[in-house]
């Protein structure tokens, strides 16, 4: 399809969705799974999931009661303008003004500068009637920061921009990926004006007198929109990368390559060890970012029901995690979901392999909702204070608590002696604590020989980041071993997760295995041993292999790929598909007269002359 067409049948796809949430007897996550699964990505996703979200968090009662019922009745179609050509990740740094002039009652939004012009918000470009915009608000002069206000962007008859707004989308995006079917937009100010009672202030407010009257609780709950989606997109990675698996798994029990003994059968690429160990943790990955994710839904929960009761204690931490494991998760499933396509050799790279896709629409989650490197750093911001804390008496707690232990973990040596041992969780618990434990001390040392403590942290960014990565690597591994600890229903099924735990913990050792013998978190000695109990996990895990992923109830439609069908009939569905493509219409392709046949005719005139 063209980019219009794609466009257009993304629409079709959600104003059909929206009319079965209407018509069918759903409850509400069987609504809201099909406005995402039937949406993705598209407007609807991000009016429920960005425009809703933020009149609920930030909209005071009477706003809320003004605009929910024409969003839940998507009467007006919404989206969240934060981003600028100019910022994206330093939304203190929106240039975008909304200034109040006490004549009017009004606010006057503007966009001083190129670079002011909001740039990237899903569904501006084209669909959306109204937006969540962030902007500086400005009273009597002064400047106090970035707020949120809800605009409407266009005619509600003709659907035309209002005037005093510039708008459309921002072009075709990464690959021919279905992204390219959302309207990333672009949106100009020209001196627009607002009523005050379109400021979203429960958070903040400004008086009729242009009084601007501050929160009396933390700003940062302005970005709390981004906290929730940043916590369902470690779920979303857990999906992705079982996609991907799920592929990639069934497809190698399918492929034979080399091996056959004197004419017989070859042998199946999942048997050959490196295939293993390419695949198998991404199997283990899938799992454990399922598992983490049902963790981080609860802990978002929790801290969401702590500030309707303006409890922020654990504020921090939710901030911490869901920035910190977003940014993991979705890093690794990108990897993953390319990994898979090369584990699948050359038939991984055509279209109908779904690979490809998959990933043109994935990896902007690297992006979006937080720059991974960015978040990261807030991690690491976080662990950090909790370091500089530490004997000062404040008990850490969360997924900190294990730095309460610092005087042990610094100390103690992994008392690994058999390859068995690394199939106990106590050990395997305390070499990722005590590795994650010793970075940050390292970074926390090497800050105070810093008179400017910003400086050294700008200095020391990237190792900042890997003790970051080695606190969330954590947070999955023991949310992975609390969940085996749970009931777990089904013969043998705990068997195959404690193997998958442990590929998933044990392949983390290998792969930052400089982490673990720099901080004598472990002896080579050991990682030895890990490896070798690895391989055996490799084999236990191998005859069950196909049904991990088939547990994953993918239906042929969803996983779209011809590789990845349920009944393994692989090569006669890639000539089926091929024979479907345009190019196949005609035995002779176009261009041949105007083209080819000049050239090969040349070439043979002059190999008469
Ligand atoms: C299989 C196919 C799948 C397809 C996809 C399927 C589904 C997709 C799922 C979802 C898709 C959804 C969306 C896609 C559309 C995307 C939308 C967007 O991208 S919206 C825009 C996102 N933008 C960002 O995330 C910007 C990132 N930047 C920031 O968040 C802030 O600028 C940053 C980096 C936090 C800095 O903020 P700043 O105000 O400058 O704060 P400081 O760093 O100075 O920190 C001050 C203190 O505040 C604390 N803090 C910061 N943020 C938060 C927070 N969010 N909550 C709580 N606390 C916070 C910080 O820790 C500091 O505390 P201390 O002073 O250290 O105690
Ligand atoms: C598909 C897609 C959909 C999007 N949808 C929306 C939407 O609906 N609404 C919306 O508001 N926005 C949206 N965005 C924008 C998105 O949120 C931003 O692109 C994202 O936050 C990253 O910000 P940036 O582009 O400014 O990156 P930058 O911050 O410019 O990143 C560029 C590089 O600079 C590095 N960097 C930046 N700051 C630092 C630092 N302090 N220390 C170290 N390194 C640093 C980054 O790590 C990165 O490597 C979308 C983006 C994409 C790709």
């Not at 910022?87 to 109040?100: K, W």
């Not at 937006?131 to 002069?141: C, E, M, N, W």
């Not at 008990?395 to 730095?403: F, I, L, Q, R, W």
């Not at 024979?579 to 190999?607: C, F, M, W």
Request: aromatic share 10%; glycine share 8%; net charge neutral.
């Amino acid at each position: 399809m063209t980019r219009k067409e794609l466009f257009k049948n993304t629409l079709r796809k959600s104003v059909h969705a929206w009319k079965l949430i209407n018509e069918l007897p759903l409850s509400d996550d069987e609504s809201l799974m099909l406005r995402h699964f039937m949406d993705q990505p598209g407007f609807l996703d991000l009016h429920w999931r960005m425009f809703v979200p933020a009149i609920k968090g930030q909209g005071t009662e009477e706003q809320k009661q003004k605009w929910l019922p024409l969003a839940n009745k998507m009467q007006i179609i919404g989206c969240y303008a934060q981003t600028e050509l100019g910022h994206g990740s330093n939304v203190q740094g929106l240039e975008t003004t909304a200034t109040f002039d006490p004549q009017t009652d009004q606010f006057i939004l503007h966009s001083p500068t190129q670079t002011s012009s909001k740039w990237w918000p899903g569904g501006l470009g084209k669909v959306s009637t109204h937006a969540v915009i962030y902007a500086r608000l400005i009273t009597d002069g002064k400047d106090h920061g970035v707020h949120g206000f809800i605009v409407q962007l266009r005619n509600m008859d003709d659907h035309s921009p209002l005037p005093g707004i510039t708008i459309g989308d921002i072009g075709v995006k990464f690959g021919n990926g279905a992204y390219n079917s959302m309207d990333n937009g672009f949106l100009m100010f020209d001196k627009f004006c607002i009523p005050r009672d379109q400021m979203l202030m429960r958070l903040s407010k400004v008086t009729r007198e242009g009084k601007y009257v501050p929160s009396d609780v933390p700003r940062q709950l302005m970005y709390g929109t981004m906290v929730s989606v940043r916590q369902t997109i470690v779920s979303n990675a857990s999906i992705a990368m079982a996609r991907a698996v799920c592929i990639a798994t069934r497809y190698s029990a399918v492929r034979r390559q080399f091996g056959s003994q004197n004419g017989g059968i070859e042998t199946q690429v999942i048997d050959y060890k490196t295939q293993q160990n390419r695949l198998f943790p991404l199997l283990a990955s899938a799992y454990a970012f399922r598992f983490v994710g049902e963790w981080l839904k609860w802990l978002y929960t929790d801290v969401t029901q702590r500030l309707e009761a303006s409890d922020f204690a654990t504020l921090p931490e939710a901030h911490a995690c869901t920035a910190g494991l977003k940014s993991m998760t979705t890093s690794a499933t990108s990897d993953g979901i390319e990994e898979c396509r090369k584990l699948c050799g050359g038939h991984g790279y055509l279209w109908c392999s779904g690979l490809p896709e998959l990933f043109a629409v994935y990896v902007p989650a690297c992006t979006y909702e937080g720059d991974n490197v960015v978040l990261q750093l807030q991690v690491a911001r976080f662990l950090m204070k909790t370091v500089s804390q530490l004997g000062s008496g404040k008990a850490p707690a969360g997924t900190t608590a294990y730095m309460g232990r610092a005087k042990h973990l610094l100390q103690c040596r992994s008392s690994i002696r058999k390859a068995e041992d690394w199939l106990n969780p106590a050990m395997v618990l305390e070499t990722f604590e005590a590795r994650a434990l010793r970075m940050a001390v390292s970074c926390a040392n090497n800050l105070s020989k810093f008179e400017n403590q910003e400086q050294g942290f700008s200095e020391l960014l990237a190792d900042l980041v890997e003790a970051a990565i080695a606190h969330c690597q954590l947070i999955v591994v023991s949310k992975f071993i609390v969940k085996l600890e749970g009931e777990i229903k089904g013969k043998g099924v705990k068997n195959q997760l404690k193997n998958l735990c442990y590929i998933y913990a044990l392949h983390l050792i290998h792969k930052h295995l400089g982490d673990f013998l720099s901080t004598n978190s472990i002896t080579s000695e050991q990682a030895s041993l890990a490896n070798h109990q690895l391989r055996s996990l490799y084999t236990q895990v191998r005859p069950n292999a196909v049904a991990l992923v088939d547990a994953f109830d993918y239906t042929d439609h969803y996983l779209g790929s011809v590789l990845g069908r349920y009944d393994g009939n692989v090569y006669p569905k890639l000539f089926e598909e091929a024979l479907k493509d345009p190019l196949n219409d005609t035995v002779v392709p176009d261009g041949y007269h105007e083209y080819i046949r000049p050239l090969i005719k040349q070439h043979l005139r002059s190999a008469r002359l």
